[in-house]
């Protein structure tokens, strides 16, 4: 259930996913412009500390739903590519962390001294953000050539073939 959830399981198209995200992008300034609204109803311009807002539960939730949304979406192209979310997200926040404890080791390979990332991670998000937007959709199976035959139930899901693999005994079979 949680896979749907999460969309590690669903699958979302090139333009849905483009749609889908400049509606997020949208949907993320109108909230950043109501929680910006409210805290200036409460507080005066010259009150404001940015330490106060940190503390502020409207932006962590707003941060929070924001992070869960994008990866959600990024999760359910990736699966629509035929790669595994389970692999490319641990693995691209992984070079990301790395990225950031090099850029803040060697501020002379970071973009300049405000910036907390390399150009390799800045190269390696272009290139995920184009691979997501304009790479195919792969079948069912993960394949790109023709589209494969329909799934019978007696054959197991791509997940519970997943789960073997990774598990080296046979696939458990679906319920229908």
């Known amino acids: 259930m949680l896979g749907f959830v999460f969309g590690l399981n669903a699958r979302l198209g090139r333009l849905h996913f483009f749609l889908a995200s400049v509606a997020l992008a949208i949907v993320m300034t109108a909230i950043c412009f109501a929680i910006a609204m409210a805290v200036l109803r409460t507080t005066s311009p010259s009150m404001i500390r940015v330490e106060d807002l940190v503390k502020n539960w409207a932006i962590i939730a707003a941060i929070v739903f924001f992070g869960l949304a994008t990866f959600t979406l990024q999760s359910m192209r990736i699966r629509d590519i035929g790669w595994d979310p389970v692999c490319v997200i641990p693995a691209w926040l992984a070079l990301m962390i790395v990225d950031h404890v090099v850029a803040t080791r060697f501020p002379a390979w970071a973009f300049g001294h405000e910036q907390q990332g390399t150009a390799v991670g800045g190269l390696v998000n272009l290139g995920l953000m184009l691979a997501l937007t304009?790479?195919?959709s792969a079948d069912s199976e993960g394949s790109y050539g023709t589209p494969a035959p329909?799934?019978?139930s007696a054959r197991s899901s791509v997940s519970n073939d997943r789960l073997a693999r990774?598990?080296?005994?046979?696939?458990?079979?679906?319920?229908s």
């Open 166 to 175: 990774i598990s080296q005994g046979p696939a458990r079979p679906t319920w």
């Open 150 to 152: 329909p799934r019978s």
């Open 134 to 136: 304009f790479w195919p």
